[in-house]
């Protein structure tokens, strides 16, 4: 199921690159990876997140942004683009979720309290750094 959500997403990322309405397309699609990074901090956090499971969902996280660079790579105007210092701390989120899923002790993902500290604190970064980007785009609108 979430492989074709993620498929989908990807295709109407591609169709939006075409007019105007491409940043709030790509915009939705960078609030939705905040929020999965989010849950899977919480998951790791928990010390009850199976490895298999939790490596997938950073592998599909890692994908999906992946894709949404490529699409804001395509946008010809500035303005209508995801800025690069969201896609940075994107990337870092990923880096991070990355050395999480290496976190293991049996068949459930135990990661250190550093480890924790710095994903909590990526993942405000980010979230600060959307926050910010959505309100000032709404102004130039």
Same mark, same amino acid.
Request: proline share 3%; glycine share 2%; aromatic share 4%.
């Given at each position: 199921?979430?492989?074709?959500?993620?498929?989908?997403?990807?295709?109407?990322?591609?169709?939006?690159?075409?007019?105007?309405?491409?940043?709030?397309? +790509?915009?939705? #699609?960078?609030?939705? +990876? /905040?929020?999965?990074?989010?849950?899977?901090?919480?998951?790791?956090?928990?010390? *009850?997140?199976?490895?298999? !499971?939790?490596?997938?969902?950073?592998?599909?996280?890692?994908? !999906?942004?992946?894709?949404?660079? +490529?699409? /804001?790579?395509?946008?010809?105007?500035? #303005? /209508?683009?995801?800025? *690069?210092?969201?896609?940075?701390?994107?990337?870092?989120?990923?880096? +991070?979720?990355?050395?999480?899923?290496?976190?293991?002790?049996?068949?459930?993902?135990?990661?250190?309290?550093?480890?924790? !500290?710095?994903? *909590?604190?990526?993942? *405000?970064?980010?979230?600060?750094?959307?926050?910010?980007? #959505?309100?000032?785009?709404?102004?130039?609108?």
């Amino acid at each position: 199921m979430r492989f074709v959500l993620l498929l989908l997403t990807t295709l109407l990322a591609a169709t939006a690159v075409a007019d105007n309405s491409t940043l709030p397309v +790509l915009l939705a #699609k960078v609030e939705e +990876l /905040n929020g999965d990074s989010a849950r899977l901090i919480v998951a790791a956090r928990s010390a *009850q997140a199976k490895v298999t !499971s939790f490596r997938i969902n950073v592998t599909i996280y890692r994908e !999906s942004l992946r894709t949404l660079m +490529l699409s /804001n790579r395509e946008i010809a105007l500035d #303005k /209508n683009r995801i800025p *690069q210092s969201i896609l940075i701390n994107m990337v870092r989120m990923s880096a +991070l979720l990355h050395s999480a899923a290496e976190c293991k002790t049996g068949r459930y993902i135990v990661c250190p309290p550093e480890l924790m !500290s710095q994903l *909590q604190s990526q993942q *405000q970064l980010l979230t600060k750094d959307i926050d910010h980007f #959505k309100a000032t785009s709404g102004d130039a609108d």
